[in-house]
């Protein structure tokens, strides 16, 4: 087992062994419900996920339940005999807190973890106010703070990556947005359970759905890359302007250009049949237009791109209303001046590559994800009920 | 008396939050019992004495588990997935039989996910063979990729049928594809035609028809040097970073990466 996971193990265990109890019927079930806690530790290898995991569990739920049988019998106990004063019978609030201040321990450097952690201080500060534990836990209840340890420390986590990814790109977006959702309106563990299973559901429905359009344009794009790019018009234009044209390979270039054309019109009628949408609705679209054209994620879950010439989806929007629709000629798309100013294609270097990650990491600097991506990327975070919440930058 | 009555508020907040949560009828029954019970006694002993005859004072862990079943057995209801229900519907009776059958059988939970895990792949499955299906189609040239892709979604689809034009017909499934009626039918058409004969149809994509364009082109390559030249003389202009805005309603910025 873990060490970490060890500790606070043994500190449940710790916790239940403070509040002693005489009854052997609880006896036996506090015997039986260590053998479960060891079993369940066994099986967990990170500690930064160990509190939400062990309340999906049943076992926190369980803890609870034991506890308040063990501080029923004890009160018995002492109004029974007072004068024996049985201080070990009683079941403190700071006994009762001894394994979530292992847990805080563990994760109280880690700011990613900052909305759990104030959950967890107020709890040690209403420990610290109270010296019996109904009073303890009634004030805990009245906040419901057991329960938002756990939903308030994912929803910081969530809330972060939400930072680290572009808030256009809804088909990446929606399942955190919904996440977040499901943990602000889930009010115990029963309730995050059944959301969970409504929300995987919904994803696996919505996320693509969302993610169809661009599949379309992502194909109409490669077609006029071939017809406008280096395969097509500007190799051609490049050949014709060095003055060197071997015959084949002039040939292929204009060939390219003309499949280009006719698998660019076929697909754009395609795209208006299929969602009613003409080119230009495409590039009024914001996120969508940009799925025309190769770009490559620099930084975060898709926060920044690098790209060619910042011009080219107006030099494709000129190609498309004045060669493809209108289906001039080869010749004469290779004549006329085109309406934008653009020299040649090229596509970024390595170099590059890196340049523009630097350059956008110091424009998101001060986002959440930028400042704990380490973090982040060091703990898969468990966000569902007994599911991980894998988190990905995408390529 | 005073801890008596702060037992009586924390077991009656404890109705309250878990009364009001639809999930949760099992603990609220629970704490609910506790709370009639503290009412009917004068100490706490009497009423631990008490719910020790009655079984309350075991009834906590399985009402915990049974909360979690319900859950899962109400989801379960609510997106029709029928097999997940009945079976959280047996588990729910063999807790009420056994309180600490979760505890003493593990291994549901694994046997739970796999049944809801069959949903989704069918979910999943479905909108792959879609993506194969708008790839395929685009421009009809690479069959085999086409065909493979579409042999091994097939095998996600189980839940509530494995059979795709079953599913295609559901209004659920129907819902799951941002297109047109007409090509909706061509996508199902499509596959239940490749499921059938094991092919797809192919565009032969040719320049053929352009070919007088292409000869013209060539023939006249000379006449337009002066365009090309002037068009390649141009500087070539720097690649740029793309900066994804603050909020869904705004705009990229464009910096150039000099």
């Known amino acids: 087992m873990d060490a970490t996971i060890k500790m606070m193990i043994q500190g449940y265990i710790d916790g239940l062994d403070n509040m002693h109890t005489d009854d052997e019927s609880i006896k036996k079930e506090v015997e039986d419900y260590k053998k479960e806690l060891i079993a369940f530790g066994e099986s967990q290898n990170d500690p930064a996920t160990f509190f939400p995991k062990f309340q999906d569990s049943g076992l926190m739920g369980k803890y609870m339940d034991l506890a308040t049988k063990i501080t029923m019998a004890a009160q018995t106990k002492q109004q029974d005999s007072p004068s024996e004063q049985p201080k070990k019978h009683i079941a403190t609030p700071s006994k009762w807190l001894e394994p979530f201040r292992t847990s805080y321990d563990y994760i109280k450097n880690l700011p990613i973890r900052e909305r759990g952690l104030a959950v967890y201080r107020k709890l040690f500060e209403i420990g610290d106010r109270h010296t019996y534990i109904t009073e303890f836990l009634t ?38 947005r919904k996440n977040i959702e499901a943990w602000e309106n889930s009010i115990c563990e029963a309730d995050a359970y059944y959301l969970q299973d409504r929300l995987a559901e919904d994803v696996a429905r919505n996320s693509q759905k969302l993610l169809q359009k661009e599949l379309f344009v992502i194909q109409l794009g490669l077609h006029l890359m071939i017809y406008r790019g280096p395969k097509g018009k500007e190799g051609l234009m490049e050949m014709i302007a060095t003055g060197h044209c071997p015959r084949i390979e002039f040939m292929g ?11 660019a019109r076929r697909t754009l009628d395609i795209i208006k049949k299929v969602f009613g949408i003409t080119f230009d609705d495409i590039i009024a679209d914001e996120f969508l237009k940009y799925k025309l054209i190769s770009t490559a994620n620099v930084c975060g879950l898709s926060k920044a791109y690098v790209q060619s010439n910042a011009n080219i989806l107006d030099i494709l929007a000129d190609a498309v209303h004045n060669e493809i629709i209108p289906d001039i000629s080869l010749i004469d798309a290779i004549r006329r001046e085109p309406s934008v100013k653009f020299g040649r294609w090229r596509m970024p270097e390595d170099s590059e590559h890196a340049k523009a990650e630097a350059m956008a990491r110091n424009h998101f600097q001060d986002l959440p994800y930028f400042k704990y991506e380490d973090q982040l990327k060091s703990a898969s975070f468990h966000v569902g009920t007994g599911e991980g919440f894998d988190i990905k930058p995408l390529g | 008396m005073s801890e008596m009555k702060t037992t009586k508020e924390l077991y009656g907040l404890y109705v309250q939050r878990f009364g009001n949560c639809p999930r949760t009828p099992y603990q609220a029954e629970y704490y609910r019992k506790w709370l009639d019970l503290l009412n009917s006694c004068s100490s706490n002993e009497e009423a631990e004495e008490k719910s020790k005859q009655n079984g309350l004072y075991t009834a906590g862990a399985a009402a915990v588990a049974m909360d979690r079943i319900y859950a899962n057995k109400q989801a379960a209801h609510d997106m029709g997935w029928t097999d997940v229900e009945e079976f959280c519907d047996d588990i729910l009776q063999k807790i009420k039989a056994d309180p600490y059958y979760t505890f003493t059988h593990t291994g549901l939970w694994v046997d739970l996910q796999a049944k809801k895990d069959g949903w989704i792949r069918t979910i999943e499955g479905f909108g792959r063979l879609y993506k194969d299906f708008v790839e395929y189609n685009d421009t009809r040239t690479d069959t085999q990729r086409a065909m493979s892709g579409i042999a091994e979604n097939l095998k996600m689809l189980s839940k509530p049928s494995s059979d795709f034009a079953a599913l295609a017909a559901m209004p659920q499934f129907r819902a799951m594809i941002d297109c047109s009626d007409e090509f909706y039918k061509e996508f199902t058409d499509t596959i239940c035609k490749a499921i059938s004969t094991g092919s797809l149809e192919t565009i032969q994509w040719s320049a053929q028809p352009y070919q007088d364009q292409i000869e013209e082109l060539w023939n006249n390559k000379d006449t337009l040097t002066q365009e090309c030249t002037q068009w390649y003389s141009q500087p070539v202009k720097p690649v740029c970073l793309r900066l994804s805005p603050d909020s869904p309603d705004g705009k990229y910025k464009l910096i150039d990466i000099e």
């Open chain 1, 253 to 263: 270039k204009a060939s390219a250009m003309a499949v280009g054309k006719m698998q």
């Open chain 1, 139 to 176: 004030e805990v209840e009245k906040e419901n703070l057991l329960w938002k340890i756990t939903s308030e420390d994912t929803l910081g986590i969530l809330n972060i990556s939400l930072s680290g990814m572009d808030p256009l790109y809804k088909g990446l977006t929606y399942p955190v």
